[in-house]
């Protein structure tokens, strides 16, 4: 996989030697019944290439890694980060979804800087995902590496496929739920969670 080598200096030269990529972007414009080397569409099979190693920057680092500067603190009490935006790309149609992630957790000992937890989400959505990896896995890089009491990962997300696609459903959002530890142990820390995500 020469395209997500970890040097990212080397993107002109990947660009550079993709061209059956480019060939096969224009077969693709060709199939839909457009004309590849019309001027409004002559640069696109390079944009898309460059959008998609944009897309998936995600693979070029291991996102837990941003939640590794921990911070030892005496605080036993939840806390919850609302509203991380994120940008991710389904792998069933290549097509954006995106929305945001509240990420909350109960330390123990261990808590980390708040833009660390949005770096990890960021780093898991640039990757072909689906919303429920996607959530599990923020989840899990939460788990491993703060060991906290608990922790509870909620993602709200639109979907482009279901929204430019067969069943048209333009304001239907999904909604995806990951629990670990006294969350899915006590229904009273779950309580505080939503009652907080909805204040
Ligand atoms: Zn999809």
């Given at each position: 996989m020469e395209l997500l080598d970890n040097d990212p200096t080397n993107l002109g030269k990947k660009l550079a030697q993709s061209e059956n990529i480019?060939?096969?972007?224009?077969?693709?414009?060709?199939?839909?019944?457009?004309?590849?080397?019309?001027?409004?569409?002559?640069?696109?099979?390079?944009?898309?290439?460059?959008?998609?190693?944009?897309?998936?920057?995600?693979?070029?680092?291991?996102p837990k890694e941003h939640l590794e500067k921990v911070f030892d603190v005496d605080h036993q009490e939840l806390v919850l980060v609302k509203n991380i935006e994120f940008h991710s790309m389904c792998e069933h149609h290549f097509a954006p979804f995106f929305g945001v992630a509240h990420v909350g957790y109960i330390p123990n000992e261990k808590i980390t800087g708040l833009s660390k937890i949005g770096r990890m989400v960021e780093g898991y959505a640039k990757r072909f995902q689906v919303q429920e990896r996607l959530t599990n896995q923020i989840a899990e890089a939460i788990e491993e590496i703060l060991e906290p009491n608990g922790t509870m990962v909620v993602i709200e997300a639109k979907h482009m496929c279901m929204c430019g696609r067969g069943i048209k459903k333009v304001n239907s959002s999904t909604t995806t739920t990951s629990v670990r530890g006294v969350f899915a142990e006590k229904g009273e820390s779950k309580m505080e969670f939503l009652t907080l995500l909805n204040r």
């Open positions: 480019m060939d096969g972007l224009k077969d693709l414009i060709r199939l839909c019944g457009d004309d590849p080397d019309r001027n409004g569409l002559e640069e696109t099979p390079f944009r898309v290439l460059k959008a998609f190693l944009e897309y998936t920057e995600g693979y070029r680092e291991d």
